[in-house]
């Protein structure tokens, strides 16, 4: 079955760009039931969507991060990657990567998660 | 404060009836389904329902959605003390053209 992995650096600098890379395996990132996404946590908070992104490279991103948000997809490499710019304390949070359904929506398929603090 | 309304915490004893609310409104619930994701401590969410009221392969039948108009719920029968957890609804915004998620509610097995 299909399963994703975050990687990247634990912690960024203030106004440095966050940079994470979701691997997927066991299945193809070519697919056109899914967008890929981004999801982040805060500690002791709740969940808030960063964006999605289609193998195409047709990108979704909420509203609120989109000045300093970027997604993009490597299908050679069957990864899909966040970039965040200008990070402040306030990005500190548990970044997931999922899978969402096309049809339904729903993020069937998470990553574990990686946490990443925003400090000098 | 989100745009997707949850209780902050529920509670009940092992073998009881547990039913979150989330309220939204016209540009969410209102217009697009709902799913709902369960946290476990320490882990990543988990799909728990989608399309309102469907449920995942592998999902106890234990748990149920529902909708109607702005609102929708999550019941949980026969409670049990993994179902501790935390637990989020979520939907597409049609005028924020975002995925919003409900603040969570925590659920404690008492």
């Known amino acids: 079955q299909v399963q994703l992995q975050e990687s990247g650096p634990g912690r960024v600098k203030p106004s440095e760009t966050l940079s994470l890379t979701c691997t997927v395996s066991?299945?193809?990132?070519?697919?056109?039931?899914?967008?890929w996404g981004w999801i982040r946590q805060p500690p002791g908070k709740g969940l808030e969507w960063i964006g999605n992104?289609?193998?195409?490279?047709?990108?979704y991103y909420n509203p609120s991060l989109k000045s300093r948000v970027s997604i993009s997809v490597d299908t050679s490499k069957n990864q899909f990657s966040l970039k965040l710019s200008s990070v402040s304390a306030a990005d500190t949070a548990v970044y997931y990567c999922?899978?969402?359904?096309?049809?339904?929506?729903?993020?069937?398929?998470w990553g574990r998660g990686t946490m990443v603090s925003v400090s000098s | 404060q989100s745009v997707l309304t949850q209780p902050p915490s529920a509670s009940g004893t092992p073998g009881q009836r547990v039913i979150i609310s989330c309220s939204g409104s016209?540009?969410?619930?209102?217009?697009?389904?709902i799913n709902w994701y369960q946290q476990l401590p320490g882990a990543a969410p988990k799909l728990l329902i989608y399309?309102?009221?469907e449920r995942p392969s592998g999902v106890p039948d234990r748990f149920s959605g529902s909708k109607s108009g702005t609102s929708a719920s999550l019941a949980i029968s026969g409670l049990q003390s993994e179902d501790e957890a935390d637990y989020y609804c979520?939907?597409?915004?049609?005028?924020?053209?975002?995925?919003?998620f409900g603040g969570g509610t925590r659920l404690t097995v008492l």
């Open positions: 999922a899978r969402r359904g096309l049809l339904t929506g729903a993020f069937d398929v």
């Open positions: 066991g299945g193809s990132i070519r697919t056109n039931s899914y967008y």
């Open positions: 992104i289609y193998y195409s490279g047709n990108t």
């Open positions: 016209s540009s969410n619930i209102g217009s697009n389904t």
């Open positions: 399309n309102n009221n």
């Open positions: 979520a939907a597409w915004d049609d005028t924020l053209k975002s995925v919003i």
